[in-house]
């Protein structure tokens, strides 16, 4: 993606970690449209349910331009795609998934990304040094943190810390939570599964994408650091570096 002043860089990746025997995680990395999706379901109807959100997501890759309102309704199409999927197999039915991300769009003032949530994936924005979480979980964690009840780093490792109150999959569309940034060269952004939450620390996430290299390296790196302290979930990452053009 060109813009004449910045091009972007991108990595995915993904590891099943060392519990779980199928990878419910999906992403999508094409054409402006940046996404992680973590399924849940029985009988890895999880898998098919963040499988079918990355391709709706992905038809809006194969467009020149979009615009954030397009955006949010393909998430509320994927919402759609995976209830018509659970009404043909019955094995699916209730399967759901989270979906997080950024896409590059148009509007009156120029390009802006737009960042979504739904769940508990996160994005972050790294610039200048420093990490910002962007997106706020939709969780049960989360909802006690805001109200008092509990520190940041206590739902970190609360029992109920796995329990999301919004999803797609859903009779109705959930709200979607939706962000409009500028571009910046220079920036990182990344969109994660909670798989690389729950197991490396926010602290520890600045410094690992800090260290630089490809967008490839990082995300792998990310992934790896993941695994190595415990790997309790499936790990996914989307790694996009937006950097200034030579052209430019
Ligand atoms: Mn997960």
């Given at each position: 993606?060109?813009?004449?002043?910045?091009?972007?860089r991108?990595?995915?990746a993904?590891?099943?970690?060392?519990?779980?025997?199928?990878?419910?995680?999906?992403a999508?990395?094409?054409?402006?449209?940046?996404?992680?999706?973590?399924?849940?379901?029985?009988?890895?109807?999880?898998?098919?349910?963040?499988?079918?959100?990355?391709?709706?997501?992905?038809?809006?890759?194969?467009?020149?331009?979009?615009?954030?309102?397009?955006?949010?309704?393909?998430?509320?199409?994927?919402?759609?795609?995976?209830?018509?999927?659970?009404?043909?197999?019955?094995?699916?039915a209730?399967?759901?998934?989270?979906?997080?991300?950024?896409?590059?769009?148009?509007?009156?003032?120029?390009?802006s990304?737009?960042?979504?949530?739904?769940?508990?994936?996160?994005?972050?924005?790294?610039?200048?040094?420093?990490?910002?979480?962007?997106?706020?979980?939709?969780?049960?964690?989360?909802?006690?943190?805001?109200?008092?009840?509990?520190?940041?780093?206590?739902?970190?490792?609360?029992?109920?810390?796995?329990?999301?109150?919004?999803?797609?999959?859903?009779?109705?569309?959930?709200?979607?939570?939706?962000?409009?940034?500028?571009?910046?060269?220079?920036?990182?952004?990344?969109?994660?599964?909670?798989?690389?939450?729950?197991?490396?620390?926010?602290?520890?996430?600045?410094?690992?994408?800090?260290?630089?290299?490809?967008?490839?390296?990082?995300?792998?790196?990310?992934?790896?650091?993941?695994?190595?302290?415990?790997?309790?979930?499936?790990?996914?990452?989307?790694?996009?570096?937006?950097?200034?053009?030579?052209?430019?």
């Amino acid at each position: 993606m060109d813009a004449g002043e910045w091009t972007v860089r991108v990595g995915v990746a993904t590891e099943v970690g060392r519990v779980r025997e199928h990878n419910e995680d999906a992403a999508v990395a094409r054409g402006g449209v940046y996404a992680v999706a973590d399924g849940m379901g029985g009988h890895a109807a999880g898998e098919v349910a963040s499988a079918v959100t990355v391709r709706t997501l992905a038809e809006l890759g194969s467009q020149a331009e979009r615009t954030a309102g397009q955006v949010l309704a393909q998430i509320g199409r994927a919402n759609d795609a995976i209830l018509a999927y659970s009404r043909r197999r019955p094995e699916c039915a209730g399967m759901a998934t989270t979906v997080t991300g950024f896409a590059l769009v148009t509007g009156p003032q120029g390009p802006s990304w737009v960042v979504f949530n739904v769940g508990d994936s996160r994005v972050y924005r790294y610039a200048d040094g420093s990490l910002e979480q962007v997106t706020v979980d939709h969780s049960e964690v989360q909802l006690l943190v805001e109200a008092g009840y509990l520190t940041p780093a206590q739902a970190a490792v609360h029992p109920l810390r796995h329990i999301v109150t919004r999803c797609l999959g859903r009779p109705s569309w959930p709200p979607v939570d939706e962000w409009e940034l500028p571009v910046v060269a220079g920036e990182v952004l990344l969109a994660c599964s909670d798989g690389l939450t729950g197991e490396v620390a926010d602290g520890e996430i600045e410094r690992l994408v800090g260290a630089g290299g490809d967008p490839q390296e990082i995300a792998d790196r990310l992934t790896a650091r993941a695994v190595e302290l415990g790997g309790s979930d499936n790990v996914t990452v989307v790694v996009v570096r937006v950097d200034a053009s030579l052209s430019a």
